[in-house]
């Protein structure tokens, strides 16, 4: 059985938008409705998740569980190549290090754990009196 992580997007009857592998190893970002899914290689879905807008879709972190998991599981050669395959296209576009809105140090004054960053889990916090804002002394 190939690769299948059109659920449970494939039963939303309403526009929504979807992180696709293309043939070149790019992720494109894609609207489809449920009758869509037919049109679709189910096996070249990046992860589950579906998005209102096209920008969620582009920025949202892509969680991998599900790829990693059919690598390491999949029923059958098939199913495990395809996820490697997605897993790889996936890893390609991590960017390592942290985001420009980053501090050099996590915060520990008590910022709601919302405003962390979610890739390295630092701190966002723009508060004057967030500690991550001042420079630590050493």
Do not use: K
């Amino acid at each position: 059985m190939p690769l299948d992580l059109t659920f449970p997007g494939s039963l939303n009857s309403e526009p929504h938008y979807r992180r696709y592998l293309r043939p070149d190893g790019t992720i494109h970002v894609v609207c489809v409705q449920d009758f869509d899914y037919r049109d679709c290689d189910t096996s070249r879905f990046v992860d589950e998740a579906t998005f209102l807008t096209s920008v969620e879709a582009e920025t949202a972190p892509i969680f991998t569980w599900r790829l990693v998991h059919a690598v390491e599981c999949g029923e059958d050669q098939e199913t495990r190549a395809q996820a490697a395959r997605n897993l790889e296209a996936v890893r390609c576009h991590l960017t390592p290090g942290h985001r420009p809105q980053c501090r050099p140090h996590d915060c520990r004054c008590g910022c709601p754990r919302t405003q962390d960053c979610q890739d390295c889990h630092r701190c966002v916090c723009w508060r004057s009196m967030c500690c991550a804002e001042q420079p630590q002394n050493h």
